[in-house]
């Protein structure tokens, strides 16, 4: 009988013959086993190879010796592995060593727990990868033309019957492991006759376009893509069998993926072409990022443009606004004055509204919260919506105790409504029908809106799917993001969107945080602004809020001021005469009192992204500096 110990060392031995590293972790995370490769790869000090090996110390060696790249926090990212080992599963990852060679790594849990862990050293194939992507199913053909080619030698040349028949194995075990290849890349290889039809495929079209067969080989491509995706990269077809190499994008429209196709003429000795060589990548990522950098060379383009009108122009609508709402609320004023003034209040917040849509462009959005009541915002909303809902659909408004002002953004709200209106018309067009804006308080904490309309409702892919960037069901009519939009602005606001079927259409519910407009207590505010216009006008603002008001034109003075123990509030614009901002100043204060600041110049602007605590826009009315002071003095 073989005793335990002697298995054991017939174990190890044939575990050191694997030319792979091999691991077993217990589910202490302790080395239970490895072999003798396992120590050559990652050249592992002999104290890292026995039994009972803390798995943190073999990562913390591999960290500190550079294999994981630089490492600010070596601790925190031994740690992070350890946790992650702890809730091991199933996985094959690629990763390149700090020696430049690049280790395939895949591993699985036991059944007793632990895990054991196969290391295979892909290097070399790896520099042959994109040869392979372009011409794979030729080398499938080229393997199986040489192994018939050496099955006719061994039938001639029986004396090298023995040698002829080794090299047939390892020219197999090539196709093999070259099938493999192709098989673990995150794209689909193909080859195409000139009748279209698949004579290779790496069996992932699949993965690149979901719903797509999963074995393609002997069929037509029209079959296996469908016969819209086929009839998009016919031309493409055409061009590579005429010998034009071509690459070509497209929208996979099942899914609404970003879809790129390398297509490469599959050249005879003759000059003829037999077919098409096909390497298809999801590029929906790419194509985002494309997007987001185009934007973002426009924000930045019009950041250049206008920063320096906006400020000036900002500071005047200030003035204006600050001047006639003081106008306005004078007693005894004549009606036709009165009228007036609305209307040049009127004409300053529609200037303010422009001032905005040129920062969404030149900056990233800033929510703005303002004591609003939702039921006056709604049915502002439905004056502007009616004329473009058109005549063939009826909108209704209900709200249920929501009657005094809370806080929140009005703008991203009234065009996320907006949107979802729009989109309701067109479900229901031509026979219009009617739409439904609902509101109401949820336990306190939440106000729920809910739009809903009489039409087809949304179909079983538009409830998983309607929320993704590009999605559409309007064909080539709609861009796909404006409910992405809507989600969007939602969550940045810390709120949920919700799709729904009801039994007369479809309903969508935005759930907004609930935060009460509370009044302020009177405070001694400490305003600095060296304009006097302005300071004067954000001086009556904040009188007419129940505050009381001391002032500084300097940075200096207000160092000075800022020292009084009777100051509730520093609130400060953020360029000022000198060398030092209002920023400098806020960051001197905060921590010690209420600090904000108040300024003309962009969202995208550095200066102003560096503020330390809140910033609001000018110009501003009343209600949004109250609703500066409520979220800064909490």
Same mark, same amino acid.
């Given at each position: 009988?073989t005793?335990?110990?002697?298995r054991?060392r017939?174990?190890?031995a044939g575990?050191?013959l694997?030319?792979?590293?091999l691991?077993?972790?217990?589910?202490?995370l /302790? +080395? @239970?086993?490895?072999? *003798?490769?396992?120590q050559?790869?990652?050249?592992l000090p #002999?104290a890292?190879? =026995?039994?009972? $090996?803390?798995f943190s110390d073999?990562?913390?060696?591999?960290?500190e010796r550079g294999?994981y790249?630089?490492?600010?926090?070596?601790e925190?990212?031994v740690w992070s592995?350890v946790?992650?080992a702890r809730?091991?599963?199933?996985h094959?990852?690629e990763?390149t060593?700090?020696?430049?060679?690049?280790i395939?790594?895949?591993?699985?849990?036991?059944?007793?727990g632990g895990w054991?862990?196969?290391y295979t050293?892909?290097?070399?194939?790896?520099?042959?990868?994109?040869l392979?992507?372009?011409?794979?199913?030729e080398?499938?053909?080229?393997?199986?033309?040489?192994?018939? /080619? +050496? @099955?006719?030698a061994n *039938?001639?040349l029986?004396?090298?019957?023995?040698a002829? #028949?080794?090299?047939? =194995?390892?020219? $197999?075990m090539?196709?093999?492991?070259?099938?493999?290849?192709?098989?673990?890349?995150?794209?689909h290889?193909?080859?195409v006759d000139?009748?279209?039809r698949y004579?290779f495929?790496?069996?992932?079209?699949?993965?690149?376009m979901p719903?797509s067969?999963?074995?393609?080989?002997?069929?037509?491509?029209?079959?296996a893509l469908?016969?819209?995706?086929f009839?998009r990269?016919?031309?493409g077809?055409?061009?590579a069998?005429?010998?034009e190499?071509?690459?070509i994008?497209?929208t996979?429209?099942?899914?609404?993926?970003r879809i790129?196709?390398a297509?490469?003429?599959?050249?005879d000795? @003759?000059g003829?072409?037999?077919?098409v060589y096909i390497?298809s990548?999801?590029?929906?990522?790419?194509?985002q990022?494309r997007?987001?950098?185009?934007?973002?060379?426009?924000r930045?383009?019009?950041?250049?443009?206008?920063?320096g009108?906006?400020?000036?122009?900002?500071n005047l609508?200030?003035i204006?606004?600050g001047?006639?709402?003081?106008l306005?609320?004078m007693?005894h004023?004549p009606?036709?004055?009165?009228?007036?003034a609305r209307?040049?209040?009127a004409?300053?917040r529609?200037?303010?509204?422009?001032?905005?849509r040129?920062?969404?462009?030149?900056g990233p959005?800033?929510?703005?919260?303002q004591?609003v009541?939702?039921?006056?915002?709604?049915h502002d909303?439905?004056?502007m919506?009616?004329?473009?809902?058109?005549a063939a659909?009826?909108?209704?408004i209900?709200?249920?105790?929501?009657d005094?002002?809370i806080?929140?953004?009005?703008?991203p709200?009234?065009?996320?409504?907006l949107?979802l209106l729009l989109?309701?018309?067109?479900?229901?067009?031509p026979a219009?029908g009617?739409?439904?804006i609902?509101?109401?308080?949820?336990?306190?904490?939440?106000?729920e809106?809910?739009v809903?309309?009489?039409?087809?409702?949304?179909?079983?892919?538009a409830?998983?799917r309607?929320?993704?960037p590009?999605?559409t069901?309007?064909?080539?009519?709609g861009s796909?993001?404006g409910?992405?939009m809507v989600?969007?602005?939602?969550?940045?606001?810390?709120?949920?969107?919700r799709?729904?079927n009801?039994?007369t259409?479809?309903?969508?519910?935005?759930r907004?945080?609930?935060r009460?407009?509370?009044p302020?207590?009177?405070m001694?505010?400490?305003?600095v602004e060296?304009?006097?216009?302005i300071?004067?006008n954000v001086?009556e603002m904040l009188?007419g809020?129940g505050?009381?008001?001391i002032?500084a034109t300097?940075i200096?003075?207000?160092?000075?001021?800022?020292?009084?123990p009777?100051?509730?509030?520093?609130?400060?614009?953020?360029?000022?005469?000198g060398?030092t901002?209002g920023?400098?100043l806020?960051?001197?204060l905060?921590?010690?009192?209420c600090v904000?600041l108040?300024t003309?110049?962009?969202p995208?602007d550095?200066?102003?992204?560096s503020?330390p605590?809140?910033?609001l826009?000018?110009?501003?009315t009343?209600?949004?500096l109250?609703?500066?002071?409520a979220?800064?003095?909490?």
């Open positions: 009988m005793t335990d110990d002697t054991e017939l174990t190890q575990l050191n694997i030319q792979q590293a691991s077993i972790f217990d589910s202490d /302790r +080395l @239970a086993v490895s072999n *003798r490769e396992y050559r790869m990652f050249d #002999e890292l190879t =026995r039994p009972g $090996t803390p073999t990562i913390r060696y591999l960290i294999d790249g630089p490492v600010a926090d070596i925190e990212a592995r946790d992650q809730a091991f599963e199933p094959y990852m990763r060593r700090a020696n430049g060679r690049t395939a790594v895949e591993g699985s849990p036991l059944p007793q054991v862990t196969v050293d892909i290097t070399e194939i790896k520099r042959q990868e994109a392979l992507r372009a011409h794979s199913a080398l499938s053909e080229q393997v199986l033309e040489n192994a018939e /080619r +050496l @099955a006719q *039938r001639a029986g004396a090298t019957n023995a002829l #028949e080794e090299a047939k =194995r390892e020219l $197999t090539i196709e093999a492991r070259t099938r493999q290849v192709t098989e673990m890349m995150p794209a290889i193909a080859h000139r009748d279209f004579t495929s790496n069996r992932k079209l699949s993965e690149v719903g067969l999963l074995d393609v080989v002997g069929l037509p491509a029209a079959e469908g016969t819209e995706t009839a990269i016919e031309p077809f055409s061009r069998l005429a010998g190499a071509n690459v994008e497209i996979h429209a099942p899914t609404g993926r790129r196709i297509l490469t003429p599959d050249r000795g @003759a003829g072409v037999n077919g390497l990548t999801d590029v929906t990522h790419e194509a990022a997007a987001a950098l185009a934007q973002s060379s426009k930045e383009l019009a950041a250049q443009l206008t920063s009108l906006a400020h000036d122009f900002a609508l200030t204006i606004l001047l006639q709402g003081r306005e609320r007693a004023l009606p036709e004055a009165a009228e007036i209307s040049t209040l004409a300053a529609r200037g303010g509204m422009l001032l905005d040129i920062a969404a462009i030149s959005r800033e929510l703005r919260p004591a009541v939702l039921g006056d915002l709604l909303l439905a004056a919506a009616r004329p473009t809902l058109g659909v009826t909108l209704d209900f709200t249920a105790g929501l005094t002002p806080l929140l953004d009005p703008g709200l009234q065009d996320s409504l949107n989109n309701a018309r067109d479900a229901m067009a219009g009617y739409i439904t609902e509101a109401h308080e949820v336990r306190d904490t939440w106000v809106i809910a809903s309309d009489t039409g087809p409702g949304f179909s079983p892919e409830l998983e309607g929320l993704d590009f999605f069901t309007k064909g080539g009519e796909g993001l409910l992405s989600y969007d602005q939602t969550k940045l606001a810390g709120g949920t969107v799709l729904e009801t039994p259409g479809a309903r969508i519910t935005l907004l945080p609930l009460h407009a509370e302020q207590r009177p001694l505010v400490l305003l060296d304009d006097d216009d300071r004067a001086r009188r809020l505050h009381s008001v002032e300097t200096a003075e207000a160092q000075a001021l800022a020292n009084l009777d100051i509730g509030m520093v609130l400060s614009d953020v360029q000022l005469p060398a901002t920023v400098d806020a960051r001197q905060t921590g010690r009192r904000a108040m003309s110049l962009p995208g550095s200066l102003r992204a503020a605590c809140p910033v826009q000018k110009p501003f009343q209600a949004e109250a609703a500066l002071i979220g800064a003095c909490q």
